[in-house]
């Protein structure tokens, strides 16, 4: 009977991705009830979609190019501080959008920092709006995500192709071509594609430095069409057109993104030999410092005006921060309920349709989905009474792929270390996921949970459809203070998010790697 057994039962898991499949399913039948009320793309449409494109082309050539000698640097340097600069390096993708918008306004926007610099050696000011200014923080959030890819990369390369590489006596130019440069082809495409989904589907920045006819991506022209003009058929044809583009890409990333593998090594700390004069180490240093800079400063601009903003931030701000708290913690127990089993089912099966399921948050837009579901609510209800439902919803959505991502791998590499042994001892089901899988995926459990908290509390997507004034979460509290000049009002509220996101992941990726049983 125990070999009969079997460590985890699907039910659960063919539940979860039945649950994001009906969403999603939803939000398809909203559109096409208005679709066909459109007769079809305009101008502005047109323009639209090809400023979204380009900008995500932009952005992401640009975030690769610029990680390529920032990670060279950091993977053949070693010096004092180089693990906590790394760890900083995932700050922009848990740091909420709307927050990193108003520290790069501190640094490059028409009374920033650079500005006042340029203005007092006599060059003319630069503007951050319009596609400039979008590409700019799209490097700035992503930036740190190829850097992090690439240097992975790099480290997965074994030391000793680097001490034959010495001992053969190649220069640095022949190990750039024979080591790197076969690590940076197998990598660099799939990065590209990761990068460009996440720029089709970015709202908040668009929002805040784009708009005008010739600066408007698809998302925003949804928005624009839903709360400006209520043209729920414009706003339901555009959400398609959404899908079709970054679903279309998301597909890419399927087939760009491959295992990388470099053959066995001797897990020895790798030595570089190559790169050690003068000239080299100097750019290194000033790639690091560089790239540093970049991505500090905003955040110290928005810790030094938040600090004298908190004084003017109005009481709605702080009900606004709660509701969001609690918003982000229901959003986690339904990521949780969903993910796990998900993971789980994953993990033992071989059919690849199950992880696409899952990462339909990739391709799949929250103002897609938002549109959707108003059109189907919007007859029988109140969307407005839905709003923070809505949201827990999306939220979860949203956060699943990089969930399965980082949940997948852990329970897959415990399956296949334990699951013999528990099928013979008759453990499956609920126990195995509280005696085996539960304590040895805890690490990976935490993390994707904080993940989820910091990514929910500073979401502005859904909720920017959906919600009143009496019905904001935080980040849409801070926008309407901004784009009503309460700069130091909206600063303050900036720092209570960043507060909140960073404490929210801090603390839960402790409770997951204390007392963690390690593997």
């Not at 000239?279 to 810790?303: E, M």
């Not at 969903?338 to 033992?348: C, H, V």
């Not at 949970?449 to 859904?462: K, N, P, Q, R």
Request: hydrophobic share 60%; aromatic share 10%; glycine share 10%.
């Amino acid at each position: 009977m125990a070999r009969n057994a079997k460590p985890i039962n699907n039910v659960t898991g063919i539940a979860a991705a039945t649950f994001i499949v009906v969403a999603v399913l939803l939000a398809f039948v909203g559109i096409g009830l208005r679709v066909d009320s459109v007769s079809g793309l305009g101008p502005a449409e047109w323009q639209a979609i090809r400023f979204t494109i380009l900008q995500s082309l932009l952005s992401a050539f640009l975030s690769c190019v610029l990680a390529v000698p920032v990670a060279r640097a950091l993977a053949r340097r070693r010096f004092w501080g180089r693990t906590f600069l790394i760890t900083l390096l995932g700050a922009p993708f848990i740091l909420p959008v709307i927050v990193a918008m108003l520290g790069l306004l501190a640094i490059f926007g028409r009374s920033g920092v650079l500005n006042d610099i340029l203005a007092m050696l006599g060059i003319t000011k630069i503007s951050i709006y319009g596609l400039q200014g979008v590409v700019l923080a799209h490097v700035f959030f992503n930036l740190p995500l190829a850097i992090r890819l690439l240097v992975q990369g790099w480290q997965g390369v074994p030391a000793e192709r680097f001490r034959l590489s010495a001992q053969l006596g190649i220069g640095p130019g022949m190990m750039f071509r024979l080591i790197e440069l076969p690590l940076l082809l197998r990598i660099l495409p799939g990065t590209f594609a990761l990068i460009f989904v996440i720029c089709l589907t970015s709202f908040a920045v668009a929002l805040t430095l784009g708009g005008g006819p010739r600066a408007t991506t698809i998302e925003l022209a949804v928005y624009q069409a839903f709360r400006f003009d209520f043209n729920l058929g414009r706003a339901a044809l555009l959400s398609l057109v959404q899908l079709f583009v970054a679903g279309g890409a998301a597909v890419l990333v399927f087939w760009l993104v491959p295992s990388i593998s470099f053959g066995g090594g001797m897990d020895r700390m790798q030595r570089r030999w190559d790169g050690q004069g003068r000239g080299a180490r100097f750019l290194d240093s000033a790639f690091i410092f560089v790239a540093a800079s970049f991505l500090t400063l905003p955040l110290f601009a928005i810790l030094i005006s938040g600090l004298r903003g908190l004084l003017e931030v109005p009481l709605i701000v702080w009900l606004s921060a709660w509701t969001s708290l609690w918003v982000a913690l229901i959003s986690v127990l339904v990521l949780l309920g969903t993910a796990l089993p998900m993971a789980g089912w994953i993990a033992t099966s071989r059919n690849g349709s199950v992880e696409v399921i899952g990462s339909l948050g990739l391709s799949v837009s929250p103002l897609m989905i938002g549109t959707g579901w108003f059109i189907l609510i919007y007859p029988y209800a109140n969307p407005t009474d839905w709003a923070l439902l809505v949201t827990i919803a999306v939220n979860a959505m949203m956060a699943l792929p990089f969930a399965l991502r980082i949940l997948v791998p852990s329970i897959r590499e415990t399956l296949q270390t334990y699951g013999r042994l528990s099928a013979a001892l008759g453990i499956s089901g609920f126990a195995m996921w509280r005696c085996v899988l539960w304590p040895r995926s805890r690490p990976q459990i935490g993390f994707a949970a904080g993940l989820a908290a910091a990514l929910s509390v500073g979401d502005l997507g859904v909720i920017a459809l959906f919600g009143d004034p009496d019905r904001s979460t935080l980040p849409l509290q801070m926008y309407r203070l901004m784009g009503s000049y309460r700069t130091d009002a909206a600063a303050g509220a900036a720092l209570i998010l960043l507060i909140l996101a960073f404490g929210l992941f801090w603390i839960m990726d402790y409770w997951g790697r204390r007392n963690a049983i390690a593997k």
